[in-house]
């Protein structure tokens, strides 16, 4: 059963690096269109004086924050597994069966993330990332219109 549990354990990792390496693009579009919209948005109200961009802002937010939050699960779960594996009962146990915890252990110790180009994960800090270079964009926008 334990060779099963490693070798479950092994492909959910495999799984997800190949999920991560296919969906870069997804997240570094996503993050773009979103930093850009939000940007435009942003000039719009503040610069143009349209409120009626109030609720495309808080949606596109929306939208980002539950992507980013979702992200943090994934990490969350990934760091439950690793502290589960640590903490089980293993001292007693034979040396076939602290073999596999090691495997287990040694792959888990690696964050389990989801990558854009390596420039930013998917986690709660996203969200703040993203706003930042909102931000960013907005006052370079706002600079050259004068």
């Not at 969906?23 to 993050?31: K, T």
């Not at 109030?54 to 760091?79: M, N, P, R, T, W």
């Not at 001292?91 to 792959?107: G, V």
């Amino acid at each position: 059963m334990m060779k099963q549990l490693t070798a479950y354990h092994q492909t959910i990792l495999r799984i997800h690096s190949s999920f991560d390496e296919h969906c870069r693009f997804l997240i570094f579009g996503f993050s773009f269109a979103v930093t850009f919209q939000a940007c435009t948005y942003i000039y719009s109200i503040v610069e143009m004086r349209e409120s009626k961009y109030v609720i495309q802002l808080s949606f596109a937010l929306v939208l980002l924050y539950a992507f980013s939050i979702y992200g943090q699960k994934i990490v969350d779960a990934g760091e439950l597994v690793n502290q589960s594996i640590y903490e089980c009962n293993w001292t007693e146990k034979p040396l076939w069966y602290k073999k596999h915890l090691l495997i287990m252990l040694i792959r888990s110790s690696q964050s389990i993330e989801f990558h854009c180009f390596e420039l930013v994960s998917v986690k709660n800090t996203f969200f703040m990332k993203v706003l930042q270079t909102t931000y960013t964009y907005f006052n370079f926008l706002k600079d050259t219109n004068k």
